[in-house]
Nanobody, 121 residues
Framework: QVQLVESGGGLVQAGGSLRLSCVASGTIFSINRMGWYRQAPGKQRELVADITSGGGTNYADSVKGRFTISRDNAKNTVYLEMNSLKPDDTAVYYC???????????????WGQGTQVTVSS
């Protein structure tokens, strides 16, 4: 099975920066897509950013220009550089990955445990 381990969350003041990391481990043939979702209390989980194995990226409108996602395919790791943080960015951030375990045909979705990001006013 596959595990996703997140790190980098914490408490910062508005305007500050954080860098989140997520490492995938286990029996993996390939990772088609990795990225980040977030969920604030009382709100639905939303996509923040993701990146394909080919390097294509997608960002939520609310974070464009402030967040940057990147990927190290050799290390099965995805990063999220978060700059100019706002109180509205406060949420639990969840790593996710779409993984092919033994062949490139059958894929599965995995989620990390989540890491708390809190931005104070």
């Amino acid at each position: 099975q596959v595990q996703l381990v997140e790190s980098g969350g914490g408490l910062v003041q508005a305007g500050g920066s954080l860098r989140l990391s997520c490492v995938a481990s286990g029996t993996i043939f390939s990772i088609n897509r990795m990225g980040w979702y977030r969920q604030a209390p009382g709100k639905q989980r939303e996509l923040v950013a993701d990146i394909t194995s080919g390097g294509g990226t997608n960002y939520a409108d609310s974070v464009k220009g402030r967040f940057t996602i990147s990927r190290d395919n050799a290390k099965n790791t995805v990063y999220l550089e978060m700059n100019s943080l706002k109180p509205d960015d406060t949420a639990v951030y969840y790593c996710h990955a779409i993984v092919a375990l033994t062949t490139p045909i059958n894929t599965y979705i995995y989620w990390g445990q989540g890491t708390q990001v809190t931005v104070s006013s």
